[in-house]
Structures are given as structure tokens and as C-alpha cells.
């Protein structure tokens, strides 16, 4: 299989076509250029070919939008052509507690109402086709959020009532995810259980223990979780985590949870601390920075660097690593194996590794 590289690909093509149309008419073909020119360049591919070891770590996870749009016909039949051709395992979705697919919702007395059936469709679906749920929890029920979407402005920022004087960002995305963290923590802690415990009833232990499950998105970034200060934003995504990790391993220890997913590998070393300081299950760590524009592979050599060697810069004590669920379709550091319970011994950050064959897809 031949490809044409760049511009020089369009020019190289015309000519190919030109003097094809002029032999077929008996004509004389159009000027060969200079010899003195720079010729095209021409890359060739055997893609069935392979000189040597090859990550697989696109195999592992890629993203997909909102898990709304997993509703749509041509959504489902376009994941279906990508996992028959690709071959990934999981997929990470933003918006699973987005009102869109009414997973909760409160009466006029403030009891909560599950609605577990839009999730269903899309879970389904995608299970059916071999494709298992990189399961993003967030963002907030509109309903359970401290400031509720109606509130903020054209910005998506609203007054923040926990800090009189400055304001917080309410929503992100023209399809306005509520990103404040829940009013009522007993009532988010009883969702998320509620939740993962229906999972557990429909697909049964043994499928959910293959999902990884993540709290929120890039809490670091103030699109996702904005109060005063960075401090303060830390803190409380590590009560966000704590809550959430503890619902989920209410239902079955076994299930695997971890966290930050942010922007550039911040919090890691924190929250491993944070964790192992307060018993809080940790079961994999994983950070996004992104290094898809020219000129950022030595930021994202660096910033991979400083990713896996965390624990040993934090003087814990490690075991040997295994590897993990990654990824993002585009560049992203692997996840991290922690031990279950959340205390030491933290395995050792050493890159992830897959292996350079699979067997055929099923």
C-alpha cells in the first residue's frame, strides 16, 4: 500500500491523473518535471508487516464523547466498525450522570428517583459488542448539585455560595454538565452505590470487576472543578474520591477505582498520600498530558517521568508493577497498579507494557 505525503501528495496525484487521461486518448503525457526539483516523496506500508515490537496500547481504552450520544443509531454502528477494526476493550464516555439520560432526578419533597433505563441501552449495546465501560463517574445530577445549572451565566460561572465574594464555574460544554460537587453527600454516596450495585445485578461480579472505575475529569482544570483557589480544588476532589471510591467498594471490594485523571500529572503524589493516610482505596492512578501539537514530546517525556516515579520520590515502599487499563485515544500516560486497599505497599511506576501480539478478536 503506497501513501503520498503532504501537499507534494495532491501535486504528485494531478500528474499521475494527467498523464493517464492523455495515453488513454493517444496524446503525449504531460512534461515530466525537472530533474532538478525534489522528487515526491513517497512513503510505502506494509501494514500487515511488523519489523518489531509494537505498543497495543490503543487496544486498551479509547474516548467517546458523552455517553448520551451512545444512544443514537449511527453512534452505536460507528463504535461497532471502530471495536470489529481496532479491537480496544474499553471505552470512557464523559456525562454519565448527565440529566440527559435521567439517571436521577428528586421529587418535590427531595427524595431521589433513579432511571437506570437510558444507561441500560447504552451499556448494553456495548457489552453485546464486546466493548466493556471505562467508567467515568461524573459529572453532578442537576438536582444533587450545590449550585444548579439555571444559575450560572452565559459563562457558565455563578456565585459561590461557599465563598461569598468569588465566583465558581457551574457548567462545561454547550451541553452544560453540572460540575459543582454534590449538596448532599449521603444521597451522592447512595447513588453511587445504588448504581454500581444494579450493574452488578444486570452484568453480573465477575463482568464489573474487568471496568475500571474513575472519579471525575481533569479536576485540575478549572473547566471541571473550580473553587478559589488550587488548594482548596485539590481537597475537595479528595473528598469527592474518598466518597465516591467508598460507595463503589461498598458494593464489592473487588471492583477497581482510582483517580485523578487530570491534566498533566498533578495530584498523583497527593492523592496517593491522601489515600493511604486515610484508608481510602486506590486501585489505579492516571493522568492525561496531552502532547498532540509539535514541539511537546520532551514535555510529555518529562511529564511521563515524573508520573512513574511518584511513589518512589514519595519514599514508599514498591512491589513489582502489572499492567493496567490505560487510555486515551490520543497520548496519555498509562494507568498505574495500586494495591487494593488503598495502604502501602504502592507497586512500583514503571511504564506499561502490552503485549506486541493478541489473540483474533471475537
Given at each position: 500500500?503506497?501513501?503520498?505525503?503532504?501537499?507534494?501528495?495532491?501535486?504528485?496525484?494531478?500528474?499521475?491523473?494527467?498523464?493517464?487521461?492523455?495515453?488513454?486518448?493517444?496524446?503525449?503525457?504531460?512534461?515530466?518535471?525537472?530533474?532538478?526539483q525534489t522528487p515526491p516523496r513517497v512513503i510505502s506500508v506494509d501494514y500487515r508487516a511488523m519489523k518489531g515490537p509494537r505498543s497495543q496500547t490503543f487496544r486498551e481504552c479509547v474516548g467517546a464523547g458523552r455517553v448520551g450520544e451512545g444512544l443514537r443509531a449511527d453512534w452505536q454502528a460507528q463504535l461497532k466498525l471502530c471495536r470489529d477494526e481496532l479491537g480496544f476493550e474499553h471505552l470512557r464516555c464523559h456525562g454519565l450522570l448527565h440529566d440527559e439520560l435521567g439517571i436521577y432526578h428528586e421529587d418535590t419533597h427531595g427524595n431521589p428517583l433513579y432511571n437506570f433505563q437510558y444507561i441500560d441501552m447504552v451499556y448494553d449495546y456495548m457489552v453485546s459488542i464486546g466493548v466493556r465501560p471505562f467508567v467515568?463517574?461524573?459529572?453532578?445530577?442537576?438536582?444533587?448539585?450545590?449550585?444548579?445549572?439555571?444559575?450560572?451565566?452565559?459563562?457558565?460561572?455563578?456565585?459561590?455560595?461557599?465563598?461569598?465574594?468569588?465566583?465558581?464555574?457551574?457548567?462545561?460544554?454547550?451541553?452544560?454538565?453540572?460540575?459543582?460537587?454534590?449538596?448532599?453527600?449521603?444521597?451522592?454516596?447512595?447513588?453511587?452505590?445504588?448504581?454500581?450495585?444494579?450493574?452488578?445485578?444486570?452484568?453480573?461480579?465477575?463482568?464489573?470487576?474487568?471496568?475500571?472505575?474513575?472519579?471525575?475529569?481533569?479536576?485540575?482544570?478549572?473547566?471541571?472543578?473550580?473553587?478559589?483557589?488550587?488548594?482548596?480544588?485539590?481537597?475537595?476532589?479528595?473528598?469527592?474520591?474518598?466518597?465516591?471510591?467508598?460507595?463503589?467498594?461498598?458494593?464489592?471490594?473487588?471492583?477497581?477505582?482510582?483517580?485523578?485523571?487530570?491534566?498533566?500529572?498533578?495530584?498523583?503524589?497527593?492523592?496517593?498520600?491522601?489515600?493511604?493516610?486515610?484508608?481510602?482505596?486506590?486501585?489505579?492512578?492516571?493522568?492525561?498530558?496531552?502532547?498532540?501539537?509539535?514541539?511537546?514530546?520532551?514535555?510529555?517525556?518529562?511529564?511521563?517521568?515524573?508520573?512513574?516515579?511518584?511513589?518512589?520520590?514519595?519514599?514508599?515502599?514498591?512491589?513489582?508493577?502489572?499492567?493496567?487499563?490505560?487510555?486515551?485515544?490520543?497520548?496519555?500516560?498509562?494507568?498505574?497498579?495500586?494495591?487494593?486497599?488503598?495502604?502501602?505497599?504502592?507497586?512500583?511506576?514503571?511504564?506499561?507494557?502490552?503485549?506486541?501480539?493478541?489473540?483474533?478478536?471475537?
Open positions: 500500500m503506497t501513501y503520498l505525503h503532504g501537499a507534494i501528495a495532491t501535486a504528485t496525484a494531478a500528474v499521475f491523473f494527467s498523464a493517464g487521461a492523455a495515453l488513454a486518448q493517444g496524446t503525449p503525457p504531460a512534461a515530466v518535471p525537472d530533474p532538478g467515568e463517574i461524573g459529572f453532578t445530577p442537576n438536582d444533587l448539585a450545590t449550585i444548579p445549572t439555571s444559575s450560572a451565566g452565559p459563562d457558565g460561572m455563578a456565585d459561590d455560595p461557599a465563598h461569598p465574594g468569588h465566583k465558581r464555574r457551574v457548567s462545561v460544554f454547550w451541553w452544560k454538565s453540572n460540575v459543582t460537587p454534590p449538596k448532599d453527600w449521603p444521597k451522592w454516596d447512595a447513588l453511587i452505590a445504588a448504581l454500581v450495585q444494579h450493574w452488578t445485578a444486570r452484568y453480573g461480579a465477575d463482568e464489573v470487576k474487568q471496568w475500571p472505575f474513575e472519579v471525575w475529569n481533569e479536576p485540575n482544570h478549572v473547566a471541571f472543578w473550580s473553587p478559589n483557589d488550587n488548594a482548596q480544588r485539590m481537597q475537595e476532589y479528595f473528598n469527592l474520591y474518598a466518597h465516591t471510591a467508598q460507595a463503589i467498594k461498598s458494593v464489592n471490594p473487588a471492583y477497581r477505582v482510582g483517580g485523578p485523571a487530570t491534566a498533566g500529572p498533578a495530584y498523583i503524589g497527593e492523592l496517593i498520600a491522601y489515600c493511604t493516610q486515610n484508608n481510602v482505596p486506590l486501585d489505579l492512578s492516571r493522568s492525561m498530558p496531552m502532547a498532540w501539537r509539535a514541539g511537546r514530546a520532551a514535555l510529555m517525556s518529562s511529564a511521563a517521568s515524573r508520573f512513574m516515579s511518584t511513589p518512589a520520590r514519595m519514599g514508599l515502599p514498591a512491589s513489582p508493577a502489572a499492567a493496567t487499563t490505560p487510555l486515551r485515544s490520543r497520548p496519555s500516560l498509562a494507568c498505574r497498579s495500586i494495591s487494593p486497599s488503598g495502604a502501602l505497599p504502592i507497586r512500583t511506576a514503571t511504564p506499561c507494557t502490552m503485549p506486541t501480539s493478541r489473540p483474533p478478536i471475537s
